[in-house]
């Protein structure tokens, strides 16, 4: 009994394998994502009431309903977006199938005519092509016909428990900000809060995608401002 305990506990661990690289980027991204969305809808949600009237308890009410409802869109929409590439790539996977068992040879010539395509000669672009397919012509034929590694699967549930814990908490810094400075500096220090926060989202977001820091910085600020800016003139024009 003991024998048989600890091979089924050697084989659950074999199981449980350890999260790949692009499967961590990916709930990274989702993260910096989410908090940036949640830094930025609630930002402007509130600065916009801000600018329509000076009662706390309705600014207050209007944050903490953008940040429901930011939550609940951002989990459902990584889970939606993620779970239609893994079904698009599942489809792509089952036609490379299909096409290695009827046209392996047509599949080799793909990628000799890919390669060749680049620059490679003839003769070089054919072994290649034949020495790839001749290994594991499935994981091969996806890679160069369709661009993806099939052995990377991507957590559609990940995501969104990423963003559902990322947006709320991206989210509670304008709406702290917003209610607890003093009514005549809390715009201008919710604007000046936010900045800040979109500029580190900003450099980490693009620090994940090996983006231009500076620019993507700048450019996640400069949107955030505007939104900031067109919510609370639209405020201002329904004061009373």
């Known amino acids: 009994m003991k024998r048989g305990k600890h091979m089924e506990s050697t084989a659950t661990k074999k199981e449980k394998k350890p999260a790949s690289l692009a499967q961590r ?18 930002a402007g949600i509130v600065i916009g ?59 080799i010539n793909f990628i000799k005519q890919k390669y060749m395509a680049q620059g490679i000669s003839d003769e070089l672009s054919e072994k290649a092509a ?28 990940g995501a969104a428990m990423a963003s559902m814990i990322s947006f709320p908490t991206g989210s509670i810094l304008p709406l702290v900000a917003i209610t607890m400075f003093p009514a005549k500096i809390r715009v201008i220090a919710t604007i000046i809060s936010v900045v800040l ?27 955030g401002v505007l939104t900031m800016l067109v919510t609370y003139a639209i405020g201002l024009m329904f004061a009373h």
Do not use: C
């Open 49 to 107: 009431v801000a600018g329509a009237t000076n009662n706390s308890h309705a600014i207050f009410l209007a944050g903490i309903a953008g940040m429901l409802a930011g939550t609940i869109s951002m989990a459902m929409g990584e889970w939606v977006s993620v779970s239609t590439q893994r079904d698009s790539e599942k489809r792509a996977i089952q036609r490379e199938s299909q096409a290695v068992d009827e046209r392996l040879a047509g599949e």
């Open 197 to 223: 926060a979109l500029s580190v989202t900003g450099y980490t977001a693009a620090m994940l995608g090996n983006a231009n820091r500076g620019k993507a910085t700048l450019r996640n600020v400069i949107s």
């Open 25 to 42: 980027i990916n709930i990274m991204r989702a993260s910096v994502m989410g908090a940036n969305d949640g830094i930025l809808s609630v």
């Open 130 to 157: 034949e020495e790839m397919m001749s290994d594991d012509p499935l994981y091969s034929g996806v890679r160069e016909r369709y661009g993806f590694d099939p052995k990377v699967k991507t957590s559609a549930i």
